[in-house]
């Protein structure tokens, strides 16, 4: 049902279904105690969790490994005043195990970025919510 004010809830599967047209999100967490938000590429794992590849030692890893942070990605068109917005909100890990980590391997994400010592850090969909935005007026 769309809003007057032009937004719609999504349910999960429609988040999760946009999350997989979408290339790069955000992840939100913690970094000294301040809030920051890091743009990465990212696939999605058939159970719904987030996947993105880093380097082991990187500031990210230090600061997601076990902790709950949030993930968003979007897609708006300016013209149409249209779009949508998913956030994922659960706990972030260091994927460990090495099946895990050969399966995504061949399945995960690619780093946009040269990775010397590349990890997989996997963000659990605990919680998934998301609204779409309709064009309701064609007003400036």
Request: net charge negative; glycine share 8%; proline share 6%.
């Given at each position: 049902m769309i809003h007057s004010d032009g937004f719609r809830a999504l349910d999960r599967q429609e988040c999760l279904r946009l999350l997989g047209e979408v290339p790069v999100g955000r992840v939100v967490y913690t970094r000294q105690a301040l809030?920051?938000?890091?743009?990465?590429?990212?696939?999605?794992?058939?159970?719904?969790?987030?996947?993105?590849?880093?380097?082991?030692?990187?500031?990210?890893?230090?600061?997601?490994?076990?902790?709950?942070?949030?993930?968003?990605?979007?897609?708006?068109?300016?013209?149409?005043?249209?779009?949508?917005?998913?956030?994922?909100?659960?706990?972030?890990?260091?994927?460990?195990?090495?099946?895990?980590?050969?399966?995504?391997?061949?399945t995960g994400p690619r780093s946009w970025m040269p990775l010397r010592d590349g990890v997989f850090v996997r963000i659990e969909s605990e919680m998934v919510a998301g609204r779409e935005l309709a064009a309701v007026g064609a007003g400036p």
């Open positions: 809030p920051a938000v890091l743009p990465v590429n990212f696939t999605l794992d058939p159970d719904g969790a987030v996947v993105l590849r880093t380097s082991a030692g990187s500031d990210l890893v230090r600061a997601v490994d076990g902790v709950v942070v949030a993930f968003e990605a979007d897609d708006f068109h300016a013209g149409r005043r249209s779009g949508w917005s998913v956030v994922v909100t659960g706990r972030a890990a260091v994927v460990t195990d090495p099946a895990e980590h050969e399966r995504l391997l061949r």
